[in-house]
């Protein structure tokens, strides 16, 4: 069976995700998904793990999960 697109989609963009360093105290956003990851989940909160440009320190934010 093939897929067949009967009209194409737009991905939804959603606000920047502030972060903060705890070894440098470097503060950056991160808006496109593939610059972090989602390393758990518990409930309604969601833990996104991204390196830190200046240092490359792994920082750990947490964030309301979205229920999509």
């Given at each position: ?35 972090y990851e989602?390393?758990?989940?518990i409930g ?25």
């Open positions: 069976m093939a897929v067949k697109i009967i009209k194409a989609g737009t991905k939804k963009k959603h606000e920047p995700i502030e972060f903060k360093c705890c070894k440098c105290d470097c503060v950056f956003t991160a808006d496109d998904e593939n610059d989602e390393t758990f989940s309604d909160t969601s833990y996104l793990n991204i390196d830190c440009p200046c240092c490359g320190h792994s920082v750990i934010q947490r964030v309301p999960r979205k229920v999509d």
